[in-house]
């Protein structure tokens, strides 16, 4: 898009369906998912990319949806924690979080679904998911319980979890 | 937090890309990522009234080694030379360690996907991995407007404080960093509060020895100054010196009395800001003579 007017129309596709959206260009991909496109997933915390409460995957990668304008976001595929890589992918997540009681307040728990997605789909050893999920903060301090239920969801890879619900 | 309001223009080449900038200049800015501008805009301390989103311009992620000249497009993107295509290009595989371990520094993953290398040189911000390497291997930047192209010291590029001489019209292309001697090790420290915060002192080391014997190093410190340094006094030093490794304490003393010449970023407790700054060199030479 170019523009000499302070908004425009972008399309994207979101968690798999094509959108198109008209946005100011000063708003953000995570106010135009909250606001315009019902995603209740995306927060925005901080809006300095400091607590990746906002993170969801903008062409399979983790980004930090404050950080973006809506308008870079034309033609890209945003998946946010609502539609992860699969569903069954996103139930034996949350069976995990439910599972090592992984969130308390629950406010930044889209974004590290989200980061946990990443870190199953490259099935990343144990102390590189703990550097991946320092991108993000847990106000409540509850990290402990988040590296567990990720180290679980390392190790079983099959379907105990799935027995476990 | 909204940014004051601002023009968009997304050009498809870089052609469009230098005129709109003479178009807009001075009062426009290039978006490459976004990482540093965006939170920037978000705190209105910069309003810029037209954003040239380069992006989209063909060209500007490659990056290549050839002849001992590794390449690197601005919009190549942190993470992208932590893993990925920059593994088959061919490096020294010492190189290629150390570029890990400095790119996983920066941020965090979320900002490491967005954040670019050119954007980083163009910022120069004190504390960015990317000035420090730079400026340790010398890095010839690629500078374009619609005057030409051309190709500059990067440290003759930088300016003050976070700034750098770049005209209100150029655009940064990439940088070619020569790796001179394939035999070099490195080694890297860096100090940081915590995870993901921004360093307080960092080091970069390329080195060759004999068994524990230093022949020559390069020795850059960044972070703590006011812009990232070679300690040419303090290669020289350990070169002529020949020193063995094992003399540590001896070596620590050596680097203490070369960083209390230095003049620290503003600011900052310049004693403290030194110590911080022994104990990155120390690591990081340290790292290069364990290799």
């Known amino acids: 898009?170019?523009?000499?007017?302070?908004?425009?129309?972008?399309?994207?596709?979101?968690?798999?369906?094509?959108?198109?959206?008209?946005?100011d260009t000063r708003t953000s991909l995570a106010d135009e998912l909250r606001e315009q496109c019902g995603m209740a997933s995306v927060r925005v915390g901080c809006a300095q990319?400091?607590?990746?409460?906002?993170?969801i995957l903008l062409d399979g990668m983790p980004i930090r949806a404050?950080?973006?304008?809506?308008?870079?976001?034309?033609?890209?595929?945003v998946q946010t924690a609502e539609a992860l890589s699969s569903p069954d992918m996103l139930a034996r997540i949350k069976r995990a979080f439910k599972k090592h009681k992984a969130l308390q307040c629950g406010y930044c728990t889209p974004g590290f679904l989200v980061l946990v997605d990443y870190i199953l789909r490259r099935a990343l050893p144990l102390d590189e998911a703990r550097h991946v999920l320092s991108s993000n903060l847990c106000r409540c301090t509850g990290y402990e319980p988040i590296v567990s239920a990720v180290a679980d969801l390392l190790s079983s890879r099959g379907d105990e979890l799935g027995e476990l619900q | 937090m909204y940014p004051a309001p601002f023009r968009y223009h997304r050009p498809m080449t870089l052609q469009d890309a230098l005129l709109l900038l003479v178009r807009y200049a001075p009062n426009s800015a290039i978006l490459a990522g976004g990482q540093s501008l965006i939170p920037l805009m978000n705190l209105r301390k910069v309003r810029p009234?037209?954003?040239?989103?380069?992006?989209?311009?063909?060209?500007?992620s490659r990056m290549s080694f050839s002849d001992g000249v590794f390449s690197v497009g601005a919009m190549v993107r942190h993470q992208s030379l932590c893993e990925g295509e920059v593994e088959r290009l061919g490096l020294p595989?010492?190189?290629?360690?150390?570029?890990?371990?400095?790119?996983?520094?920066?941020?965090?993953?979320?900002?490491?996907?967005?954040?670019?290398?050119?954007?980083?040189?163009?910022?120069?911000?004190?504390?960015?991995?990317?000035?420090?390497?730079?400026?340790?291997?010398?890095?010839?930047?690629?500078?374009?407007?619609?005057?030409?192209?051309?190709?500059?010291?990067?440290?003759?590029?930088?300016?003050?404080?976070?700034?750098?001489w770049l005209g209100p019209d150029e655009v940064v292309l990439g940088a070619d960093m020569r790796l001179s001697n394939l035999n070099e090790v490195f080694g890297f420290a860096q100090v940081a509060p915590s995870a993901g915060r921004p360093a307080m002192a960092f080091s970069l080391v390329a080195t060759q020895r004999d068994d524990d014997r230093i022949l020559n190093c390069r020795i850059a410190i960044g972070a703590c100054t006011p812009r990232p340094l070679r300690l040419y006094s303090l290669e020289n030093e350990l070169a002529n010196s020949r020193r063995a490794w094992r003399e540590d304490i001896a070596l620590a003393d050596i680097i203490r009395s070369e960083v209390g010449h230095l003049q620290m970023i503003e600011g900052t407790d310049c004693r403290y800001a030194r110590e911080i700054a022994v104990a990155a060199i120390t690591r990081a030479l340290k790292q290069a003579m364990m290799q």
């Open chain 1, 1 to 23: 898009m170019t523009t000499e007017q302070m908004s425009g129309h972008i399309s994207f596709k979101l968690n798999g369906r094509e959108q198109i959206v008209s946005v």
């Open chain 2, 93 to 164: 595989i010492c190189f290629l360690r150390v570029l890990k371990q400095i790119g996983s520094q920066i941020g965090n993953l979320a900002i490491r996907h967005r954040g670019t290398f050119g954007g980083s040189l163009a910022l120069a911000n004190p504390a960015s991995q990317w000035t420090l390497l730079s400026v340790l291997l010398d890095a010839n930047v690629v500078i374009a407007s619609t005057r030409g192209t051309r190709r500059q010291r990067y440290a003759d590029v930088l300016g003050p404080p976070a700034q750098t």
């Open chain 2, 49 to 60: 009234g037209t954003l040239i989103d380069i992006g989209r311009i063909p060209g500007l």
């Open chain 1, 66 to 77: 404050c950080l973006l304008l809506a308008v870079q976001a034309d033609g890209a595929h």
């Open chain 1, 49 to 55: 990319g400091e607590c990746g409460t906002c993170t």
